[in-house]
C-alpha cells in the first residue's frame, strides 16, 4: 500500500479537493486483526496456525447423491469431484496430544479445488460455536490474555464467562463426549446457517453435519491416556489401507428462516430429531503433503453458486479476512 502523507490532508480539503480515504494501515486495528492478533499471541507468535495448529492433509472424494440436485444448481453437487481435507485438533499448539478432550477435532474441505465447482467448508466436531460474534470472540480472547505476571488472570476469565453463559456450550458439548478415536470416528458440523438454491429459484435453509460412515468412534479417558502423542493420522491411512469406512455422509439437516437468525452459539430448536438429506458423501483416499492445504487458506465464505453463507452475519463474513490475515503471519 503506497504511503500516504496524513499530514497533507487538511490542507487538500482547504484546496476544496477531494480528501482521499485514509488507508487501513492510519487506523486503528479492526475487530478482526485485534483477534488474529490476539490468537497469536495466545498461542506463543509461533509459525503455525493459532488455530487447528496441528493437522494433516488428506486427498477426498465428494460424491454427490441425486437428491442434492432438486436442492441445489451449485456445481459442487453437480458430479463427482476430487476434494482436500486437512482434519486437525484444535488450538494454538502444534505439538497438542491428539487425545486432548478439552480442544475440538477441525475438517477443512476442499471440493473440486481446480474446477468449477470449488468450495470450502472449515468444520468442527461441534453443532455451536463457542462465541456468536466478532465482538464476544475478541473479548473471549482478550480475557485470557496474560497480565503483567505473565499469567492469565483466573478472576477476569470467571467474570467474562459469568457475563457471557453461552460461551460455555461448545466446551460443556465437548466435555459430555468421549475423545474421538478417529478423525473419521466423530461428526463435524459446519456450524452456521446455509441456504441451498436450486435451478428453478427455489431455497432451502440448511445446516450441514458430516456423520462418519463406520459409526461413532470413542475412547474412555483411560484409552486416551495410553494414546502415542500422534495416533490420529496413522489411524487414518491404517483405516484406508485395510478398506475399512473411511468417510462421511455429507447430511443436510433442514431448516427455516427463523432457525437462520439463532446464535452460533445455540442449536436449533430439536436440532438432532430434524429431517435431512444426505446430499453427499465424502471419502478420504490417502494421505497428502501438508504443503497442499498450508500454501493456501481454507475459506469457508468460498461457495459455487447455488450455496451460499449467511452473508449477513458477521462471525461468517470475518473468518475469509481473519484466515487471510493468519496466513500471512504463520510461515
Ligand atoms: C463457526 C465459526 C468457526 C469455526 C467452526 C472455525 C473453525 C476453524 C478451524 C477448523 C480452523 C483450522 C483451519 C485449517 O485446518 O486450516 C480455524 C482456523 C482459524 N480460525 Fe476459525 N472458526 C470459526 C470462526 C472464526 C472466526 C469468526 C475467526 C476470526 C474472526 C476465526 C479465526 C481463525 C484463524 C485466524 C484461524 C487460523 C487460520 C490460518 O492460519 O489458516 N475463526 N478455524
Known sequence: MPFLHTARLPALALLGLAMPALPAMAQSPSTTESIVESMRTLSGKQKARPSGAKGQCFTARFTPTPEARALTKSAAFAKESAAIVRFSV??????????????????????????????????????????????????????????????????????????????????????????PASWVGVSYWAIHP??????????????????????????????????????LAAELTGRIAAKQPAGFDVLAVLGTAEDAKLPA?????????????????????GLEKNETCDGQFFDPTNLADGLAGPTDDPLFTQRQPAYAISITQRF
Open 90 to 179: 484444535g488450538g494454538g499448539n502444534p505439538k497438542v496430544a491428539d487425545a486432548t478432550k478439552t480442544v475440538n477435532r477441525g475438517l477443512s474441505l476442499r471440493i473440486d479445488p481446480n474446477g468449477p465447482g470449488q468450495s470450502e467448508f472449515v468444520m468442527v466436531n461441534a453443532p455451536v460455536n463457542f462465541v456468536k460474534s466478532p465482538e464476544q470472540m475478541l473479548a473471549f480472547l482478550q480475557a485470557r490474555l496474560p497480565g503483567a505476571d505473565g499469567k492469565p488472570d483466573a478472576a477476569r476469565i470467571k467474570a467474562f464467562t459469568d457475563a457471557n453463559p453461552e460461551t460455555t456450550n461448545q466446551g460443556k458439548f465437548l466435555a459430555g463426549r468421549p475423545v
Open 194 to 231: 446455509y441456504t441451498f438454491t436450486n435451478a428453478q429459484g427455489a431455497k432451502q435453509v440448511v445446516k450441514f453435519r458430516f456423520a462418519p460412515q463406520g459409526g461413532e468412534a470413542g475412547l474412555t479417558d483411560d484409552e486416551a491416556k495410553a494414546k502415542p502423542a500422534d495416533f
Open 265 to 285: 452459539t445455540q442449536q436449533w430448536p430439536d436440532e438432532d430429531k430434524r429431517p435431512s438429506v444426505r446430499v453427499a458423501t465424502l471419502t478420504i483416499a
